[in-house]
């Protein structure tokens, strides 16, 4: 059974400091790796996926790799802002199933100022 | 577009009771899910969709239902309300299996069992 597991659960870091996110996987089996953001009473946002045969995305502020065969990925965030101030979520897409995620708890952020 | 909504936003139900969730893409997406986030949880997976008339379950179906008659609407049917599924209920639709396609949520239902 898939285990996703993110380290820390929370973190608190002063505004323009450089941060990474951890993500880890238990099977490498994995189609792809979604980094989602999540706002206190509000829905997901997709903010990165990578595919299982890539090394890295970027957006913007935000880098996300995967090693695959190790099981984890890290969320890089650059310059870090109040407004970067959430839950990051990762997820893990199954190979050979039909599209099911299974999600890691969190890792709550706060950027102060 | 609107997206993935969600309807309704919160509901308190009385044990026993029962009641649908709506969930509406307009997208045209054929994947969809349902999941429930505990507090200071990640999301399970409830049930989900690969098409009209096609659904499984997830991870942890029990006391829930589903049903899928068009491609837009998944709506998600508790039948006898349990403590135990006080949650907060997140659809979700993607446009087919494959390692490109992304997930897309709802805003969620904010579901109180008492």
């Known amino acids: 059974k898939q285990e996703v597991t993110q380290i820390p659960a929370a973190l608190s870091v002063p505004e323009g400091e450089n941060l990474v996110l951890n993500c880890s996987f238990t099977d490498s089996a994995i189609y792809n790796l979604q980094w989602f953001r999540q706002d206190p009473g509000k829905g997901l946002t997709s903010l990165l996926l990578i595919q299982s045969s890539q090394r890295e995305q970027t957006s913007g502020r935000l880098n996300a790799s995967l090693d695959k065969s190790s099981g984890r990925s890290t969320l890089y965030i650059a310059a870090s802002q109040p407004g970067d101030s959430a839950t990051y979520l990762c997820?893990?897409?199954?190979?050979?199933?039909?599209?099911?995620?299974?999600f890691g708890t969190g890792t709550r952020l706060q950027v102060t100022l | 577009n609107a997206g993935v909504t969600q309807t309704p936003k919160f509901r308190i139900l009385k044990i026993g009771q029962s009641m649908t969730l709506q969930c509406t893409q307009d997208?045209?997406?054929?994947?969809m899910y349902w999941y429930r986030q505990d507090p200071g949880m990640g999301l399970k997976l409830i049930y989900y969709?690969?098409?009209?008339?096609?659904?499984d379950k997830g991870e942890v179906p029990n006391g829930y239902n589903v049903s899928r008659s068009t491609t837009e609407d998944f709506p998600l049917r508790l039948e006898l309300a349990a403590p135990s599924q006080t949650s907060v209920y997140f659809c979700?639709?993607?446009?087919?299996?494959?390692?490109?396609?992304?997930?897309?949520f709802g805003p969620g239902t904010r579901l109180t069992v008492l």
């Open positions: 997820a893990v897409r199954h190979a050979g199933t039909a599209s099911k995620l299974t």
């Open positions: 997208m045209n997406h054929n994947y």
């Open positions: 979700a639709s993607s446009s087919s299996d494959g390692g490109y396609n992304e997930q897309f």
């Open positions: 969709s690969v098409g009209a008339g096609i659904t």
